[in-house]
């Protein structure tokens, strides 16, 4: 079993910047993938950013959404993942949800992941 717990939301003006912490405890592998997903309130969950995992530095996608405004990261001896978040708009507002899986075909599906945190809300106002 692997838990995911994810800190670091809050509330922050438009501009602005926050780093989300996703912890995992349990049994977990340095070579799972890992991502972060959010949901804001009546629309559908959306892939936000994801890495790979490597000797020195793990493979990182992105959605257009946040591309150039959100760094995803991993420290593996901590088995921590980051998503420094900069450059915050409103419509970023949403539960953030961390991840982590033997991804196989796609890191932007949801379905591709075996384990989830609980999420952090993230709110930014204009």
């Known amino acids: 079993q692997v838990q995911l717990v994810e800190s670091g939301g809050g509330l922050v003006q438009a501009g602005g910047s926050l780093r989300l912490s996703c912890v995992a405890s349990?049994?977990?592998?340095?070579?799972?993938?890992m991502g972060w997903f959010r949901q804001a309130p009546g629309k559908e969950r959306e892939f936000v950013a994801a890495i790979t995992w490597s000797w020195s530095a793990g493979s990182t996608d992105y959605s257009d959404s946040v591309k150039g405004r959100f760094t995803i990261s991993r420290d593996n001896a901590k088995n921590t993942v980051y998503l420094q978040m900069n450059s915050l708009k409103p419509e970023d507002t949403a539960v953030y949800y961390c991840?982590?899986?033997?991804?196989?075909?796609?890191?932007?599906?949801?379905?591709?992941?075996?384990?989830w945190g609980q999420g952090t809300q993230v709110t930014v106002s204009s």
């Open positions: 349990g049994r977990t592998f340095s070579w799972y993938a």
């Open positions: 991840a982590a899986g033997r991804v196989r075909l796609n890191y932007r599906l949801g379905s591709e992941y075996d384990y």
